[in-house]
């Protein structure tokens, strides 16, 4: 099992800069492919971007690629999204997740609670 910890999250102008963190606790950190969701309000979860496990791949939503970069180190137990270029449309609240010897963009089996993201026009 592993707990997420999210953080990084704030309020940014349009074209600013974020870098979100995710700290994972657990002995087997190496063993999850990781991602990143996020949700707006009134609309459904969406997928972000995924790094497997041992950070060699990595894949991102359309609406996100070529602006955000997902990364992951594992001896430290943490994932990070880098986002620039950040639109309005970006804000929402951002999930770390895990999946369990999972694919990148199969089933998440484990949450963090969430962090803000605010981009002002």
């Known amino acids: 099992q592993v707990q997420l910890v999210e953080s990084g999250g704030g309020l940014v102008q349009t074209g600013g800069s974020l870098r979100l963190s995710c700290a994972a606790s657990g002995r087997t950190f190496s063993s999850y492919t990781m991602g990143w969701f996020r949700q707006a309000p009134g609309k459904e979860r969406e997928f972000v971007a995924g790094?497997?496990?041992?950070?060699?791949?990595?894949y991102y939503a359309d609406s996100v690629k070529g602006r955000f970069t997902i990364s992951r180190d594992n001896a430290k137990k943490a994932v990070h999204l880098q986002m620039n270029s950040l639109k309005p449309e970006d804000t929402a609240v951002y999930y770390c997740?895990?999946?369990?010897?999972?694919?990148?963009?199969?089933?998440?089996?484990?949450w963090g609670q969430g962090t803000q993201v605010t981009v002002s026009s």
């Open positions: 997740a895990a999946s369990y010897l999972g694919t990148l963009v199969g089933k998440y089996d484990y």
């Open positions: 790094i497997s496990r041992s950070g060699g791949n990595q």
